[in-house]
Nanobody, 125 residues
Framework: QVQLVESGGRSVQAGDSLRLSCVAS????????MAWFRQVPGQEREFLAA????????RYAHSVRGRLTISMDAAKNTVFLQMNNLEPGDTAVYYC??????????????????WGQGTQVIVFS
């Protein structure tokens, strides 16, 4: 079992930056992939970025490439999502996820086995 706890979500103004954190605990291994998704009520969960727990390799959604950066601190069991130049359209609940399939990094939410509870980000214009 893997437990994920997100934090860092809050209300910000358009143009601001924000860094979300996800602390992982449990039976993790270097083969795990970690990802960030977001969801707006009534819409599909949207993939943002993924990274291998070993730190080798990242994948980004085209829609956010250049504004969002995923990174990790393995010593602290923490994955980060740095978000710059935020827009009102970034308002959503942001989720951290993990999967252990050893397959290439995936953007498909159905492939992820473990999810955090989410952290709310609100961007005012």
């Amino acid at each position: 079992q893997v437990q994920l706890v997100e934090s860092g979500g809050r209300s910000v103004q358009a143009g601001d930056s924000l860094r979300l954190s996800c602390v992982a605990s449990g039976r993790l291994s270097m083969s795990y992939a970690m990802a960030w998704f977001r969801q707006v009520p009534g819409q599909e969960r949207e993939f943002l970025a993924a990274i291998r727990w070993s730190g080798t390799g990242t994948r980004y959604a085209h829609s956010v490439r250049g504004r969002l950066t995923i990174s990790m601190d393995a010593a602290k069991n923490t994955v980060f999502l740095q978000m710059n130049n935020l827009e009102p359209g970034d308002t959503a609940v942001y989720y951290c996820a993990a999967e252990s399939s050893r397959q290439p990094l995936t953007s498909s939410h159905v492939r992820y086995d473990y999810w955090g509870q989410g952290t709310q980000v609100i961007v005012f214009s």
